[in-house]
């Protein structure tokens, strides 16, 4: 009863937040990521990544999203 409970309310909550598909959406991102470019050495530096999106709707289930993003890596020299 409980899982079929849980089941019911996941699936409202994915319908309830669902997005219309009006036309293409534009977005930005950006984060923190941690790299390592040598295989002996084992600390990380922390870098960042930044770019843009877009959203296309092909049709009200079906839609493209292209990315460009830039991603630094750090390394000790």
């Not at 849980?6 to 309830?16: F, K, P, Q, V």
């Amino acid at each position: 009863m409980k899982k079929q409970l849980l089941s019911l309310c996941i699936a409202i909550g994915t319908m309830a937040f669902a997005q219309s598909t009006e036309g293409p959406k534009f977005g930005i991102k950006a984060g923190g990521n941690f790299s390592s470019i040598t295989g002996d050495d084992t600390k990380s530096k922390f870098g960042f990544y930044a770019g843009a999106l877009v959203n296309v709707p092909i049709s009200e289930a079906f839609s493209i999203q292209p990315e460009v993003v830039y991603s630094q890596q750090v390394a000790n020299r």
